[in-house]
């Protein structure tokens, strides 16, 4: 269902006519209050007036994550404190964790793209909603919350954690859309099995995945193990939270971004260009409405790409692909951007290769030399040499198609890769640049 | 139908490991097995510049399998085709051409470390292994069973 009619379908002039007009109101807001943005303007040498086109932003300098530590903790709110209504923060896997602020009119608007968000995942008015996003600082559980109470839905504040209990809820409440971050979703599904319920009689149609990246593969296993439709959710708390972006339930491609609220764009993370409509590269938001957290340029460090194509679910929104990394792992190989996610996506579309994988790029007589290790799993071992090397040709065959890079494919036993604390080290960069 | 549950039980196990770093490693396999009081009947190592593949045949196929398992070690299990050939010249070419005009491919032999009597003992990969021993034994090959070998 689509919540908001009118913006949501909106022909893209229209939109693009309140895009500029709240552009500017947000710049001038901005240059007005937060002395970081106004110092941004005046090292280019310019005034928010000078925006007169959507196509003027590009002008305006990046805002990074530094920056926002950097103004640890209030001095990018752009309202006084007597009229922020609540606080979170962004963890952060590393440094200084990042505030955020909402005005009451903030979070009004936050509730109503959840609304919208809730909506496109299949959610409504007489569906009861299990929400097992954590409450708290993090943006999941509460973002969530409000955008379920404005649609009317009844949500069960569940939050993480407890899973026997949460499967006890469910069996008996029957509650038919799950929100949750994915790897929790599989969890569930797994300690319900456990304790012998069955998700088949259970009664979700829907479920609304995020706060994580996850892949096709996982959406199938999701869908198969708790017999419901998955879609993605999108959103960084340093944008708003939650609800940023939403894949409608229809077309399951990618995910509708609320434009009337942020501007998305794409950026080439090595040069800093803007990228055109197809090409992958990172996303950078500007926020539209904020009044009390604004944020210009910011760069998510997500990698992904927009698609313009109309949707069959009659949004006119553009769509964002699937996030399939990070761009602080970004390698240059001779020229060419390599993310390790690309990388994994070819290993699993590899037949019968497990995603356990290392770059390591050496400088050989001047030459980028990228060789991807593989561990040789089960499902991948052959006692036939031919075989084996039937493997390697067939990866590095696939990684010159999809990337365009020459990629030496060096198999390897199982746990060769180094892991640091559990999580196994994608990138190892020897180069002595 | 009996002919059927005859030649099933004519195969022998393999198992085969993967190795990345052959020598180190390869020590490493057989002092596990030894360990584990696993015996090896045959060994044989197929390489490249890049990594290798032990193959096995021992006395207890699925402890080996279990305990190379729980070293971290990739394991497989592939059936093969024990061979007894007469220990005179052109003894294995003999078979080789039986097979070959048979259309039955084989992808890798090597030798088995005790003999039969005065014959060797030959360990062929076939794909179509039933189709195999079924030929050979009907020229008069004798085909040894998983028991009988391991026993060696
Ligand atoms: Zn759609």
Redesign the pocket.
């Known amino acids: 269902m689509i919540h908001d009619i009118e913006y949501e379908t909106m022909p893209r002039e229209a939109l693009e006519a309140i895009q500029l007009r709240r552009l500017q109101t947000t710049l001038a807001h901005v240059y007005a209050n937060v002395p970081f943005y106004r110092k941004k303007f005046q090292e280019v040498g310019m005034v928010p007036a000078d925006i007169s086109s959507l196509a003027d932003l590009r002008r305006i300098p990046f805002t990074t994550k530094q920056d926002l530590r950097d103004n640890y903790p209030f001095d990018m709110f752009a309202v006084p404190m007597d009229n922020v209504v609540r606080i979170h923060v962004s963890s952060g896997t590393t440094g200084q964790p990042t505030v955020v602020g909402y005005t009451a009119r903030d979070i009004g608007t936050w509730s109503m793209l959840m609304a919208r968000a809730l909506a496109a995942g299949g959610a409504g008015r007489g569906e009861i909603i299990h929400n097992a996003y954590g409450y708290g600082l993090f943006t999941g559980g509460l973002g969530v919350h409000y955008g379920a109470e404005r649609l009317g839905a009844s949500v069960i504040p569940v939050s993480g954690g407890n899973t026997q209990r949460q499967v006890v809820i469910m069996r008996d409440f029957g509650p038919t859309i799950m929100t949750a971050t994915p790897s929790y979703a599989l969890h569930l599904a797994e300690v319900a099995e456990e304790m012998g319920v069955s998700f088949d009689s259970l009664k979700f149609k829907f479920g609304i995945f995020g706060a994580e990246p996850w892949s096709e593969k996982m959406r199938d296993e999701i869908e198969r193990k708790l017999n419901l439709t998955a879609v993605d959710i999108y959103g960084l708390s340093e944008v708003m939270g939650p609800g940023v972006a939403i894949e ?1 339930h ?2 399951k491609q990618g995910l ?1 971004v609320f434009e009337d609220h942020f501007i998305p764009e794409i950026v080439d993370p090595n040069t800093l260009e803007p990228l055109p409509y197809g090409a992958t590269g990172e996303l950078v938001f500007t926020s539209l409405t904020k009044e009390a957290f604004p944020v210009i340029r910011y760069r998510t460090r997500d990698i992904t790409s927009l698609n313009p194509e109309p ?3 009659g ?1 006119t929104l553009v ?1 964002m692909n699937r996030v399939t990394g990070r761009s602080d792992d970004m390698l240059i190989i001779r020229g060419v951007n390599v993310f390790p996610s690309q990388i994994e996506s070819v290993l699993m579309e590899t037949e019968a290769v497990a995603p356990h994988y290392q770059l390591v790029v050496d400088r050989e007589d001047n030459l980028d030399v990228l060789t991807v290790k593989v561990e040789v799993g089960e499902q991948s071992f052959t006692d036939e040499v031919k075989g084996l090397q039937d493997l390697e040709r067939r990866i590095t065959k696939h990684i010159k198609e999809l990337l365009g890079v020459s990629a030496r494919v060096k198999l390897v036993e199982p746990k060769a890769i180094e892991r640091s604390e559990g999580k196994a080290v994608r990138v190892v960069d020897n180069r002595d640049i | 139908m009996t002919d059927y549950i005859v030649e099933e039980h004519m195969q022998v196990e393999q198992i085969s490991v993967f190795l990345e770093n052959k020598s180190g490693r390869l020590s490493e396999v057989t002092a596990i097995l030894a360990e584990a009081e696993v015996n090896i009947r045959a060994l044989a190592l197929a390489d490249t510049s890049d990594f290798g593949v032990l193959r096995l045949i021992v006395d207890d196929t699925e402890k080996a399998r279990q305990t190379l398992k729980s070293n971290g070690f990739t394991v497989g299990k592939t059936d093969v085709v024990a061979v007894e050939v007469t220990d005179r010249p052109g003894g294995l070419h003999g078979i080789l051409t039986m097979l070959h005009d048979a259309k039955l491919n084989v992808e890798y032999m090597y030798a088995f470390v005790r003999s039969s009597g005065d014959n060797a003992v030959i360990i062929f990969r076939i794909e179509q292994e039933q189709e195999a021993i079924r030929l050979l034994e009907s020229k008069g090959v004798n085909v040894i069973d998983g028991q009988r070998l391991y026993s060696l």
Do not use: D, L, P
């Open positions: 409608c229809e077309a509708h949707c069959i679910c949004r769509r």
